[in-house]
Each structure stands twice: as structure tokens, then as C-alpha cells.
């Protein structure tokens, strides 16, 4: 189990992840549309809709990625292919490799 500090740094750690480094991204490589590109990236984040069909919906014990349908294998492999379009599907798939992303380093990088 992690200590109090360690819970703190790992939750700000993963929502930095989710909402601030995706702006840094929009902004740095997409800096004449970085706004609409951050939408994007956030409107991704209804990737997360999958955990309403888990049992419970949030288990701290539990890794998100391969158990939430769109957290699974096939689904990130969409999610690459996704970078081969151009325009908004590229985006998309930006956005959901980068939450996907996220979601791994949560449960494997720290204790749990």
C-alpha cells in the first residue's frame, strides 16, 4: 500500500496526464489551433464511459487497461491506427493513445 504523500503524487501525477499534458501537447504542435485540438483531446477522455459496466465501477486495485473493453488491446490498436488519417481522426487517436497512456503508468508505475 502507498503512503499518504505517495497517493497524492500519483492521483495530481494522473490528472496532470489527463488534462494538463494534453494542452502542452495541442499547444506545442498544434499552436494555431491548440483550443479545438485540447477539445479533443478531452472529448477523448469519454473512453472512460467503458467503466460504468465494471463491477465495482472503480477498484483502486484494478488496472484499467485490458479490463475495460475500451481500454483493451484491440481497442488501443484501433487507437493506432487512428494515427495513419489525417485531420480530426489523427487527433482522436492522439488523444486516446495519450489517455490509454495515462491509465498504464497509473497502475504500473506505482504501488497499489
Partial sequence: MCSPEIVV???VTHYFLHFGFPAVVAF??????????????LATM??????LFADPIFDPD?????????????????????????????LIGI???????????DFQWWCH
Fill in 28 to 41: 506545442l504542435f498544434y499552436r494555431k489551433d491548440w483550443k479545438k485540438v485540447y477539445l479533443i483531446f
Fill in 62 to 90: 484494478r488496472g484499467s487497461i485490458g479490463f475495460h473493453f475500451l481500454h483493451s488491446y484491440y481497442a488501443i490498436a484501433v487507437y493506432f491506427l487512428l494515427l495513419f488519417f489525417k485531420g480530426n481522426l489523427r
Fill in 9 to 11: 503524487l500519483k492521483n
Fill in 95 to 105: 488523444g486516446l493513445l495519450l489517455h490509454m497512456l495515462t491509465d498504464f503508468q
Fill in 46 to 51: 469519454l473512453v472512460d464511459l467503458d467503466h
